[in-house]
């Protein structure tokens, strides 16, 4: 029902409600296609972005939590902008991953890497790009509409066994230019600190010799003057036959220990344009976004609450330096921290467009481009103050990594809708192609002659000098997805449903023998409300009894994995004294290697 003011007045008040055709008329987007939500057969959720939306959280889909039956997600790591990890209906995968299908605006957004559960927990930075959606701004974001069951999510094929989740993205509306701006700051406190010994009682017990000194290393290691900002501003507006919206985003955050921030800054557009009548509709959506990062070790926050409190902070020799411990496990958790430089710079970028050619009232076919990529400069410097410089008697220690990954996206469809008499039926029917390209180039050097140059004069150390070594590695791969969808979808008398769904898909990881694959869906409901003896009955406002089955697959494994390859096994010295690169197999071929198939009912 539509919300109203009514001013209180004595007496008896009569107020009507009046329906809400906005919800009346709610859909359902299914992967393609759009649903009357009267009409869908299959097991889905949607979520507004306002309803998930919390302040401070890098990344929206760690809001998920809790908000729809079946959906797990379980925030493992501390560190900014590290993906949860979600499941839809649980964890049923033997090798692939668990992970669901994200899907912007009609395009795939595909984990650009591959992350277990316990790498998202170890604090390693690879675990800063694996969120699907790590690219968009939570402010930019309409909805979440959650595909549970297999015929729903099957006409995404061999990626969509675990479930897709399907984001649409605000747009521009008729009307007055409109400017809107969202802003916040924040401030992080630790609400539980471990119970660790104090200097008394630590020695009390005899833990260790007393060095002279007081420290608690614990809280050496908090930021507590930290403090984050955002600042969101959007621009939006249009007439009848064009609608705009332009939207801008600054995020700085410090980090509750002394090593992590983040900074985020970026912008995005789009438009919708239709033209010669109604004939033909353009949709277009163009952004980028850049985050600058600086990660922590958080192995340092146990080896406070284990460490020596009598340990000198400063080196007592030379107090302008961090002090270095010996001892098995033993060091500075401070001067960890504080000599190394352990940063990462990211950029985004998507870009899509969509063309739509309304034919007849009946019958529409659309086109749609899209061009999504991600640019990954790591960053390292361990100078020659750090533990790990003086146990390994190196001058500094530098690492440069890039890393790229760029996808293309190509999808054709048609739509056909009619109705006879009682009987609706619509028809869907297309074309799917996507590529994924991925290369990578990291270079290594140690033993500087300063650190005054850290990691941008790489050349200048002799660390790689030595016989055997070299320093630098790169790699490149590619992949491709190809897939014929076609769904039908049948109306009786709005009282009886069918949804028949099957995809025809080919990818070119899986063996020589099972290139193709097969994957159909089918639902089927009954709106018993819809009965005289149900009608009546002023409880039930609707009532649907219904029935899925669906197929799904999983190809979460590396590429080339069908493949036989052989690895580069390092360098070996000789007898003649000569170091030698050696080679070997790595992979045995495997021609009927494919996806993981899973049958779901509903």
Known sequence: MKAQEVSIKPGTMKIVMQPDAEVLDEVVVTGMTKVDKRLFTGAADRLTAASVKLDGLPDISRGLEGRSAGVSVQNVSGTFGTAPKIRVRGATSIYGNS?????????????????????????????????????????????FQILKDGSAAAIYGSRAANGVILVQTKKGKAGKVSISYDGYIDHDMVANQPEALSVDEFLAHERDVDFGHRVDWYDKLLNKSNLGQSHYLAVSGGGENLTFRASANYKKKDGLDIASSRKEYGVRMGFTAKTLEGLLEIQGNLSTRVINEEYVDYGVFQQAVKLNPTHPLMDEKDPSKYSTLYGFDTYNPVGWLKDKEDGGDRQFSLADFKVKLNILPTLNTELSLARQSQEYFKRIYVNSNHKESIDNMRSGR???????????????????????????????????YQEFNHRSFSSENANFPSDAMSYNNLEAGDWNMAAGRLGVSSLKEKEKTIGFPARLIYNYDDTYYLTASVRYEGNSKFGANHKWGWFPAASAAWRMSSLPAIKNIEAINDLKLRFSYGVTGRSGFPKYSALARYEQGGYWLDDNGQWTQAWGPTNNPNPDLHWEKQISYN
Request: glycine content about 8%; cysteine-free.
């Open 99 to 143: 992970k669901p299908l994200w899907v912007v605006d009609g395009v795939i957004m595909d984990d650009v890497v591959e992350v277990s559960a316990d790498q998202l927990s170890s604090g390693d930075a690879v675990t800063l790009i694996s969120s699907a959606i790590a690219g968009l701004n939570a402010d930019d974001i309409e909805s």
């Open 398 to 432: 530098g690492t440069l990594q890039e890393e790229n990954y760029t996808d293309y996206t190509l999808e054709w469809i048609g739509n056909y809708f009619t109705t006879i008499d009682k009987h609706t039926i619509k028809l869907m029917a297309g074309y799917s």
